[in-house]
């Protein structure tokens, strides 16, 4: 069930990911509907868009209204897709998830304890899930962005971090046994789209050169779909797209449908 949650209040940089649900729509409508790779025709893939939360004024409410619609997503035995939104709304879906493991994608560790007065902020996702999960659960791909403060906490070794760097060196594919033991076989998939690099994905709301390509992150979803439980897609800012960002993200949803179904 695809829904998308629009804000963007407490991104620091280039605003505008609570525009990022029909644009993603949009290019999606514009893909084509059969794909022979998996033998699936989206036309009549069991999907289903709920439209788009109210936009709310504080990143608590948003988080827990989050959280409110995928707990009903969830106890129906349905998979959410939420259309960010920036990162922190992540951390509502994480929080009525149950029990599970997470794959994130993001250039930064978002590993802060809090940030601009807030624990909820975008720059703190990944250390709330940790504490949602708990220590071993978490593994974080497309790493290159830490303060030393996040690096310095002594919670840090409880999300495992794969730096962007290695996996251009050693390719997706050697991570995928350790990601699976760590993520095991509930896993929520988070996509912050700045974990890929700019050169595929240049509207985000923070951009951070050297990234992951748009290649490595399809083969990680295709590696796992079938264990996923949530995915999300976040971070994504369309007034500073040349169309391009728009146009993954919709095809790696996609990709993960038909990985999936296949
Ligand atoms: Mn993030
Ligand atoms: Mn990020």
Known sequence: MVFGAPYDGTSSFRKG??????????????????????????????????????ELQSVD????????VTSHIFSRGKLPIMLGGEHSITVGAVRSAGNCGMIIIDAHSDFRDSYHGSKLNHACVTRRCLEL?????????GTRSISREEFESPEFNGVRFIRAEDVRKQGVQKFFAEIRKIAGDRIYFSIDMD??????????????????????????LREFSKNVIGLDITEFSPQYDNGNTAMLASKLIQDFIGSRTS
């Open 195 to 220: 974990g890929i690099d700019p050169a595929f994905a240049p509207a985000v709301g923070t951009p951070e050169p050297y990234g992951l390509s748009d290649c490595d992150v399809r083969d990680l």
């Open 17 to 54: 990911s609570r525009f990022a649900p029909d644009s993603v729509r949009l290019a999606y409508d514009n893909l084509e509907s059969f794909d022979p790779r998996y033998g699936v025709d989206y036309g009549e893939a069991a999907i289903c868009d709920l439209g788009d939360l109210i």
């Open 61 to 68: 409410e948003m988080v827990e209204s989050v959280s409110k």
């Open 133 to 141: 999960l708990g220590p071993g659960r978490i593994v974080s791909i």
